[in-house]
């Protein structure tokens, strides 16, 4: 599957990659890499041979506002800011929850338009043999719409049966082929 620009797997593959990149460079600097040099405290401490320095004999100046660093991390801060502004903001799972629902509603209402109204009716009637011997079902689909009150119908189920005629049941007597027939029923139909 590839995802489309701006999509929700698109958006979550930069927030962990962001996200590792961050992670990993937080460890990188808690590792212990300098952002900028500065002088070890001597403690009063004069190495042998050394006049005393001008420094120590003054009062420390008060810390300077701290300058923009442009290193590695600061960089990747900036790349970070930078790919977080580009995209759309995560919606809360309600939201989307919502928003699911909002099309769920959309696409039934899409579905009710394209289906012509009409209701379902449950019945058993025989669907009549047409002239070419084949069940005509649309006729038996329109008799039980008929009997519920509707104009016409479309057959939705229908069922079979075997119909014997009363001489099958002759102790003795030999079975003939048109002794027992197939019936084919009408058991639920769309009205209209």
Same mark, same amino acid.
């Given at each position: 599957?590839?995802? @489309?620009? =701006? ?21 990188? %600097? ?38 923009? $660093?442009?290193?590695?991390? #600061?960089?990747? =801060? ?6 977080? %502004? ?16 909002? @099309? ?7 579905? %009710? ?18 002239? #070419? ?31 014997? %005629? ?8 030999? @079975?003939?082929?048109?002794?027992? @027939?197939?019936? $084919? ?8």
């Amino acid at each position: 599957m590839t995802a @489309r620009p =701006g999509t929700s797997s698109t958006r979550s593959r930069v927030y962990i990659t962001a996200l590792f990149v961050l992670s990993m460079l937080t460890i990188v %600097s808690h590792e212990g890499w300098p952002q900028s040099a500065q002088p070890s405290p001597t403690l009063g401490l004069q190495e042998q041979g050394q006049p005393p320095s001008p420094q120590q004999d003054q009062p420390a100046p008060a810390a300077a506002a701290p300058r923009e $660093n442009p290193g590695l991390i #600061n960089e990747m =801060g900036k790349l970070f800011e930078k790919s977080l %502004s580009i995209l759309p903001p995560l919606k809360s799972p309600s939201g989307t929850v919502g928003d699911l629902n909002a @099309r769920a509603k959309d696409a039934g209402d899409a579905l %009710s338009r394209l289906a012509k109204p009409g209701s379902m009716v449950s019945g058993r009637v025989v669907c009549p043999v047409a002239a #070419n011997g084949t069940p005509d079902c649309k006729t038996g689909a329109d008799k039980l719409c008929q009997s519920k009150g509707y104009k016409e119908g479309n057959s939705l189920n229908t069922d079979s049966a075997q119909t014997c %005629s009363a001489k099958v049941l002759i102790p003795g007597r030999a @079975r003939k082929p048109d002794d027992c @027939r197939t019936d $084919n029923y009408v058991t639920s139909a769309l009205c209209q």
